[in-house]
Every structure is written in C-alpha cells, then in structure tokens.
C-alpha cells in the first residue's frame, strides 16, 4: 500500500534532502548531547545530536541552541526527524524540557502519519531521550533524582505484531506471560495489542499464535466464571436435563399458554439447549407486534421464577 | 439472430458502465497498488475508494471489513476453511442440503477430514425447517453456513433470523453467509437486520460486473485465518496483487445496482410475474417451484412434467433464448439438481425444470418471445414422450408406474 502522507510531511521531506537552509541534516562535532536510535522494524535508525549553550553555574539551566540529525530511513522518519530539531529550537528548551515533546507532538508537527508509520515519530522521540541521557551523563546531571523517568517507553525491538499501536513480538510475548493474559480480548485490554484494526488478530504470526504457541504446553483451561461453579454446588441437586425440560414444559401448560390462549394465541417450545428456551408464539401471538415483549417479559419471568433464574427466551 | 438472454443467475452481461469505468485502469494505469510513486498511488487511491464505496452499499462504515478476492467461490472457501483453521477446538458445521457446491463440497470435504456436518433440510417451497436449524446448534457448533438466496429456484432464507438465533444461542459461533446471489438485488445493512452476520461472500459477475472478482465481508474481530498466505496485500488477510481494475468494476456494478435498486427490482418483478403467470396458462402440468417461499425477483424455475429439461434449452436456443435447467443431462454430473431433490420435486418434475433468471436489460418484448414459443416446445417434446396421452393432453395413467420401471 501506498503511504498517504501529508503536504507537510512531504514538504519536509524534500527540503531535507535538497539540503534547504534552515533544515537539520547533519551531525554536530563535539556535541553536547547525542542518542541513537534504530528500529529493525521499519529499517531505520537515526543519530541525533545537540549543543546547548552552557550555563556557568547550573547545567539544568542548559538551553539547546542548534541540534542535528542524521536518518536512514523512509520519507516519514526523515520527516519526522527535521520536525523533532523543529520544534527543539523554536521552543529554546532546556533538555530536560525537550524531554516533554513526545511522539505524539510530532505527529501533529507532521499534520499527521498513517497509523503504520507512527513507529517513525516514536524512533524521535526515542533518539531525544538518550541524547538527552547522553547529556546528563557529560555534565554530571542527577536525572534520577530530578525524577525524570528515562526508561518509560522502553519497549524491546522486534517484528511489529500490532502495527497499530507498534507493539512487537518480544514486547507481546513478555506481556502475556507477565500478566498471564490466555485470550485475544485480555491482551487488548491489558495493552491495546489488536485493538485497533484487528488484523493481526488471526494472521500468521499474529496474537492468536503468540498464544497458542506460549500456552502451548499447558492443557486449556478456562476460568470458571466467578460464583458460577461455587454456586451450583452449593444448592441442592441440580435437575437432569429431563427433569429440566418437563419443568419448563409443565411450567408453560399451567401457567402460560392459558394466559396466550385467552388472546387466541399460544407457544410452542421448538428446542432447550441447557438454559435456553427456543420458543414460537402461535395464533394470534404470531403476528403481533409485541411478541418478541410478550416472550420477554411473560415467557422469560414466568420460567426464571418457577423453573431456574438462569433460564433465557429465544424466540424463533 | 437476437439473443434472448435469460440465464442472469448463471453470469450476466457486463454494464457499459462499469466496462468504462474499468478501461483506465486496463490501459494507462496499470501500476501496482503496492508501489511508491506518484502513479501507484493514484492506483491504491482508487481501491481505497471502490472499498469504502463497497462497504457504504452494504450499510458498512469501515472500509476494512471488506475484501478482495478473485470469485464467490474463493470467498466461500477462504470463509469456511478460515474458520475451521482458527478454531480447532470446535467441529460441528451446520449448512444446508441446498448450498451451492462451493459451499456444499467445502462442508464434505471437511466431513471427510472428521468434522461433523449438519444440513438442515427445506420443505416443498424450498423453506428451510427452521426447528431443525434450532435443534442442531451446539456447544460444539464452529460456524453456520447458510446462502442468502438461492441460485437454483430464488427462494431466500431468512438470514436475518438465523444469524440472531445462532448469536443469542453462542455468540461464539462464526456465521457465515453466501450472498452470490442476493448482493445488488436485496439491501443488505450488515449494521443493521444483518448485525449478526460474521462473514458474507459474493462476487461481480452476478451483478453486471466482469467474472473474475469476488468479496468477502469479515466482521472486525471474527476467528478467520486467512486462506491466500503471502505479501501484505489487504493486511495480510488475502494476500496477492490487487486485481485493481476489476475492483473498480465491481464498485460501479454495485452502485448501478443500488442506486435504482426498487425501480428495477419492481421492473425485474413484473416481467418475470408476466412470464410464471403466461407459462402457468398456457402448459398443462407445470408447477413453479419455490412457489410458497419468498423468492427472488429475478427467478423463475419452474417444471414441465414428463419433458426433459436439456431437449427444451436445445429448442429454446434454436430461438436465441438463454436458460437452464436442473435436468441430469444438463448438469455434466448426470446428476439432476440436488435443490430441486432436496425439495421433494419428484424425478418427473425435476428433470423438466427450467429456470429463467432475468435482469434490468431484459424487455417486454423478451417475455412476449418466450411466452411465444415455450409452450410449444413443451408440446413438442411431449408428443414424443411415452408418458404422455397426446388425445388428451395430459399424463398416460400408467405413466408413474413407467417412470419407476426404468427408475
């Protein structure tokens, strides 16, 4: 598929390359900070560097005046380069303040990215936070006990699963083993994975084989509901499906069908199925226009109260 | 000679339009969807946009729901073999006795292969027994797969119903549905009455798009591996270069089909009404079959005892008319049809079946021809038949009796 990019991306892309003044490719000797960052999924890798000018006192107070990058990678991740030393040097922050752009703000920068080309801002932001760290190191900057967390994205590299939300295979299969997560609706729940578009859900390779391959060993078992199994056996003997059929058919002779009789109408129970009752009104019930109310309301209660409370009405 | 084209459920006539449409896409832009350049783009632009188009005339907001693949045929195995790949655990199938073979064989297939099959039977109008679908959902039910309309007699299920029964039974159940015949001549709102429904095949040329292009819906989430592995084409879901012209094809197709969709329907309706009701007149002993059922506008299938099916579409191609029939000797199987069996037809009728399957570019006059000259044909061929009293016009009364001595 082709990419659909924006006119600014694509704009951005071209004056990168023609080497327009005022763009960023390059590297600066001697930087003050620099960070790498490559992924192996999409093929590409940037080297992003900065120069801050030096307060004499206090190094927090370093502002970034120039920074660089050099990118291999699509028209996106070159995009998405020049848009992260964009928005560095328009905003004149101190590093520890150009932590706060993230992917996200990049993004916008670029008027947007196609969803599977999010992974390109994400490599910016990443590349920021280990010059950023690169800096600190140089100038003796305690970032751990400024309380800024550098490792907050981390994320292991990989084959992209969920391309979405850029989640990859490593990543998923140390998520379902640490929360243990046995079904595709868990993983989405507990990590986004395959919440987006969904196709990854049952492709080669994609979660429903991460799964099947990780619990691979272990005979399927599915939790029982909670209080469901607790429960049936705390009460008395549970009925026989006969048993439970002939109630139900009892129930419907006694005390429904001479309440639709009245009406000139009736029911007819077409099959059970454990709890579920497939019925038919008949008669005049048939062509009514409350039927699927009468069956719910009249049917469905009448069983629950005399019969079982789990039962539930299917109209046929 | 003018031909008479009545045969619309076997293949139909590719619209001007959609030919039109299609031409750029044969000619000056040939590029792969897949591409970088300019010109690719404009390519994977243009199926963005047939999807979408697709997808809105099936009451569907995401695009993504819909796939390309290359017939009916395809979507129907990609459908049914996809759903068993990705559900091991479960092998109950329920179908019917009256799917069309890409659905039937697929299912027999996987009988073969262990897995348990259930085809619910249809009464003498083609009903389905509705009791017995009910009955035959399972806790090891994997998916249900039932056609929308049939191809043989028109006669349409109520998939509406089956799919809320099969979802309120166990959501967990694929339903899947051949809508071959149905797509461009029932509204389908697959967000609506067919909420139910998990995957849904058809296919263009039943729709005055060219052969060679079909679709299957997939709903988001639905358990359904896909069939063609390969490259990234349609998210891996169906992999293979995209057939973009066709694709373009059948978007046209379905918009010209549902843009006038109650307009030609009613147009269809009448000819085809004129036709049963003239050939109901005119010939003794004939009975339309699916008669009692819902039927689809465009459908007549009806029997001429005691005539052979195959000696009639021979004389009706002398005159340039184009039908079928469920007669052993037309099928290539010398099997007759296993619809018309499964309805209790009896061998007498079934093998003078005809079927005439109409669309928007049939006229009056067309019907005028047929209701000229078929009556004939059936008198005809009964005055060589030896179960008919030609005296009297009617079966000789030995003429049952006959038909089981030779079986």
């Known amino acids: ?64 005046v120039e920074s660089r990058y ?21 905003g004149g922050y101190t590093p520890i303040e150009a932590l ?77 083993k640490e929360l243990n997560l046995r079904t595709i609706p868990q993983i989405t729940n507990a990590i986004k994975a395959g919440g987006g578009c969904m196709s990854c859900h049952h492709v ?13 060993g272990e005979t399927k078992q599915v939790a029982p509901e909670p209080g469901k199994a607790a429960k049936g056996a705390a009460k008395e003997e549970p009925l026989s499906p006969y048993q439970f059929a002939k109630k139900v058919e009892k129930t419907m002779d006694e005390y429904i069908r001479p309440m639709l009789q009245r009406d000139g109408g009736d029911v007819e129970i077409v099959d059970i199925k454990e709890a579920l009752v497939y019925c038919r009104l008949k008669g005049a019930c048939a062509g009514c226009a409350g039927a699927a109310v009468t069956l719910k309301m009249m049917v469905e209660t009448t069983l629950k109260n005399v019969v079982d409370e789990r039962i539930r009405v299917i109209q046929v | 000679m003018r031909i008479i084209y009545a045969d619309n459920n076997a293949t139909t006539r590719i619209a ?58 395809e979507s129907n195995n990609a459908a049914i073999l996809g759903t068993a790949k990705a559900n091991a655990n479960r092998r109950h199938i329920i179908t019917t006795s009256v799917e069309h073979p ?46 929308h309309a049939n191809n043989e007699t028109g006669v349409i299920f109520p998939i509406e119903q089956l799919s809320r029964l099969t979802k309120q039974t166990d959501p967990s159940i694929v339903f899947h549905t051949d809508a071959t015949q149905s797509v461009g001549k029932i509204t389908i709102d697959l967000m609506g009455d067919y909420r139910h429904v998990d995957l849904l095949s058809f296919s263009g040329h039943k729709l005055h798009a060219p052969k060679g292009i079909g679709a299957l819906f997939i709903r988001r989430g639905t358990p359904c591996r896909p069939f063609m592995i390969g490259g990234h084409q349609e998210e891996g879901r169906r992999a293979g270069t995209e057939n973009v012209p066709y694709i373009i094809g059948l ?31 005119k010939i003794t002993c004939v009975n339309v079959n699916g008669k009692g059922a819902p039927r689809l506008a465009n459908t007549l299938n009806i029997s001429c005892h005691y005539v052979e099916g195959e000696g009639m579409l021979y004389q009706l191609s002398a005159h340039g008319i184009c039908a079928s029939s469920g007669s052993a000797c037309t099928s290539g199987s010398l099997e007759p049809s296993h619809v018309l069996r499964a309805m209790n037809i009896p061998f007498t009728a079934v093998h003078g079946s005809v079927r005439f399957s109409l669309s928007r570019y049939n006229t009056e006059e067309d019907i005028d021809r047929i209701i000229e000259v078929f009556p004939e044909i059936v008198a005809n061929l009964r005055k060589l038949s030896p179960y008919w009293d030609n005296e009297k016009n009617m079966p000789r009364p030995d003429a049952e009796h006959l038909l089981q001595g030779t079986g």
């Open chain 1, 204 to 216: 080669p390779g994609g979660l429903q084989d991460l799964l099947d391959e990780i619990w691979s």
């Open chain 1, 70 to 90: 050099l990118t291999f990678g699509c028209t996106s991740a070159i995009a998405a380069s020049e848009a992260l030393c964009t928005l560095i040097e328009q």
């Open chain 2, 102 to 147: 890409a659905v039937l064989e697929v299912c027999k297939d996987l009988q073969r292969g262990g897995y348990k099959v259930t085809f619910i039977p249809v009464d003498g109008d083609g009903n389905l027994d509705i009791r017995a679908f009910v009955r035959a959902l399972g806790s090891e039910t994997l998916m249900v797969t039932i056609m």
């Open chain 2, 251 to 281: 978007a046209k197709a379905m918009a010209l089909a549902m843009e006038n969709n109650e307009e030609e329907q009613t147009h269809i309706r009448n000819l085809r009404d004129r036709l049963e009701k003239s050939l109901e007149e």
């Open chain 2, 16 to 73: 001007s339009e959609v030919y039109e449409a299609m031409v750029p896409f044969l000619t000056e832009n040939y590029f792969n969807p897949s591409s970088m350049y300019e010109p690719a783009r404009s390519a994977a632009g243009a199926i963005a946009q047939a999807r979408k188009k697709i997808a809105g005339h099936l009451g569907v907001t995401d695009a993504k729901h819909i796939l390309f693949t290359s017939c009916a045929t």
């Open chain 1, 1 to 64: 598929m082709a990419w659909e990019y924006s006119e600014r991306t694509r704009q951005l892309f071209m004056d990168a390359v023609h080497g327009k003044p005022g763009t960023h490719l390059g590297e600066i000797e001697d930087p003050d900070g620099i960070g790498e960052h490559g992924s192996m999924a999409c093929g590409d890798a940037m080297r992003f560097t900065f120069r801050v000018k030096r307060h004499p006192s206090d190094p927090t107070k370093d502002v970034i």
């Open chain 1, 100 to 176: 706060k752009i993230r992917n996200g703000d990049i993004v916008k920068f670029l008027e947007g990215l196609p969803e599977q080309k999010i992974h390109c801002s994400v490599m910016g932001a990443e590349a920021l936070e280990s010059a950023v760290f690169n800096w600190a190191q140089k100038r003796g900057v305690d970032l751990e006990r400024l309380g800024v967390d550098i490792h907050a994205d981390e994320q292991e590299e990989g084959r992209i699963v969920c391309e979405c939300f850029s989640l990859s295979e490593p990543y998923l299969r140390r998520k379902i």
